[in-house]
């Protein structure tokens, strides 16, 4: 008879071999493919200390964003519409400037509001000149050959004597079928007009598209409706600011721009809301002024916007610390609108590109 002791090791060995035998036997994960799609998350705000004002534009892989000219104080300084660039809208670099220099077409003011868009192979930037209280402020254009710049100003399109719309700042382009067209306009009604071949210069009759109530102008187009946003309420009070992003649709670019009752906007009435300030102490103050609506590898549609962190709503000089926010658009029965219709403040999967 054998030891136990010896029986019981060749046992352990053979389960050994066999262990070793089955696992070599395990199929091997497939590598990982370099070029996959990967969703990364992020946190509001995706950007800061300061980009007023949105516009953003791609560039083949690369977006850029354009913001309102600013102070950052100790934050970054004084930058002449600043322009920062992404790959996923969500990690952001600085580029610098678009403008070297303020344009000369007016004595005074700031340069608000930018709207940026590639006409045919050069970059429109379209921007307001204004101050605050300005009795005749507008809207001008710059051009560069790429989206970084730098811009060299073309000059005045309009002011708002020449228009005959007080206010004239906010401006948006939008082309379509080839008919260029300029949307503008702030607290003293929101209006269209066409371009010429150009774009730039206007041509023909002003068009009213909504009332007194919004400013910060955006078309967006989707499933044959035409989408008016806008921007209401206060936009640079601080954590105090009460601004708001509003929505109408119309079958037709000219409008009537409704509300899901059918009231016109015309008459006054806000739309639908999109977003609003987050309730209580903490979260984001008036989010607002949202750019140009991107849409990812999954058809998520995502709203580019500003807004100011309650806890922090200033820099150290006093500028609005208006900063980038980004979240996905929930589509409820062909109207637009965030979760809860506040800006999020918790980690999200973020858009796939």
Same mark, same amino acid.
């Given at each position: 008879?054998?030891?136990?002791?010896?029986?019981?090791?060749?046992?352990?060995?053979?389960?050994?071999?066999?262990?070793?035998?089955?696992?070599?036997?395990?199929?091997?994960?497939?590598?990982?493919?370099?070029?996959?799609?990967?969703?990364?998350?992020?946190?509001?705000?995706?950007?800061?200390?300061?980009?007023?004002?949105?516009?953003?534009?791609?560039?083949?892989?690369?977006?850029?964003?354009?913001?309102?000219?600013?102070?950052?104080?100790?934050?970054?300084?004084?930058? =002449?519409?600043?322009?920062? @660039?992404? #790959?996923?809208?969500?990690?952001?670099?600085?580029? &610098? *400037?678009? $403008?070297s220099s303020k344009?000369?077409?007016?004595?005074?003011?700031?340069?608000?509001?930018?709207?940026?868009?590639?006409?045919?192979?050069?970059?429109?930037?379209?921007?307001?000149?204004?101050?605050?209280?300005?009795?005749?402020?507008?809207?001008?254009?710059?051009?560069?050959?790429?989206?970084?710049?730098?811009?060299?100003?073309?000059?005045?399109?309009?002011?708002?004597?020449?228009?005959?719309?007080?206010?004239?700042?906010?401006?948006?382009?939008?082309?379509?079928?080839?008919?260029?067209?300029?949307?503008?306009?702030?607290?003293?009604?929101?209006?269209?007009?066409? =371009?010429?071949?150009?774009? @730039?210069? #206007?041509?023909?009759?002003?068009?009213?598209?909504? &009332? *007194?109530? $919004?400013?910060?102008?955006?078309?967006?187009?989707?499933?044959?409706?035409?989408?008016?946003?806008?921007?209401?309420?206060?936009?640079?009070?601080?954590?105090?600011?009460?601004?708001?992003?509003?929505?109408?649709?119309?079958?037709?670019?000219?409008?009537?721009?409704?509300?899901?009752?059918?009231?016109?906007?015309?008459?006054?009435?806000?739309?639908?809301?999109?977003?609003?300030?987050?309730?209580?102490?903490?979260?984001?103050?008036g989010p607002g002024?949202?750019?140009?609506?991107?849409?990812?590898?999954?058809?998520?549609?995502?709203?580019?916007?500003?807004?100011?962190?309650?806890?922090?709503?200033?820099?150290?000089?006093?500028?609005?610390?208006?900063?980038?926010?980004? *979240?996905?658009?929930?589509?409820?029965?062909?109207?637009?609108?965030?979760?809860?219709?506040?800006?999020?403040?918790?980690?999200?999967?973020?858009?796939?590109?």
């Open positions: 008879m054998r030891p136990l002791v010896f029986i019981f090791l060749n046992v352990a060995a053979f389960l050994s071999m066999v262990g070793c035998s089955s696992s070599a036997q395990e199929p091997v994960p497939d590598p990982v493919d370099d070029d996959e799609d990967i969703q990364d998350q992020y946190t509001n705000p995706v950007w800061e200390p300061v980009l007023a004002d949105p516009t953003v534009v791609k560039s083949g892989d690369t977006f850029y964003a354009y913001g309102t000219e600013d102070n950052w104080g100790d934050e970054g300084g004084y930058h =002449l519409v600043p322009v920062i @660039k992404s #790959t996923d809208l969500i990690h952001w670099e600085l580029v &610098g *400037d678009a $403008l344009p000369t077409w007016k004595p005074e003011g700031g340069i608000w509001a930018p709207d940026v868009t590639k006409v045919g192979d050069q970059y429109f930037m379209y921007y307001s000149f204004s101050t605050w209280g300005d009795a005749n402020p507008g809207i001008g254009l710059a051009i560069a050959d790429s989206p970084e710049g730098p811009f060299e100003d073309y000059g005045k399109i309009f002011d708002s004597q020449s228009i005959g719309v007080n206010n004239s700042i906010d401006p948006f382009f939008y082309e379509e079928e080839g008919q260029k067209y300029l949307f503008w306009g702030s607290f003293r009604g929101l209006y269209m007009i066409k =371009l010429t071949e150009d774009g @730039k210069a #206007t041509v023909g009759k002003k068009v009213r598209v909504a &009332g *007194d109530h $919004l400013e910060a102008s955006y078309i967006f187009k989707k499933n044959g409706f035409y989408y008016l946003f806008g921007s209401y309420g206060s936009c640079c009070e601080g954590a105090n600011s009460s601004y708001q992003v509003w929505v109408g649709r119309s079958e037709k670019l000219e409008g009537p721009y409704l509300d899901k009752a059918g009231n016109k906007l015309l008459d006054g009435h806000y739309g639908e809301l999109v977003v609003k300030g987050n309730l209580g102490d903490s979260g984001f103050a002024h949202n750019a140009e609506i991107a849409t990812d590898k999954e058809g998520t549609d995502w709203l580019i916007y500003h807004g100011m962190l309650k806890s922090h709503p200033r820099t150290n000089n006093g500028t609005n610390r208006r900063t980038l926010l980004i *979240d996905p658009i929930l589509w409820k029965d062909g109207w637009p609108m965030l979760v809860r219709q506040e800006p999020s403040t918790k980690a999200n999967d973020g858009p796939v590109f």
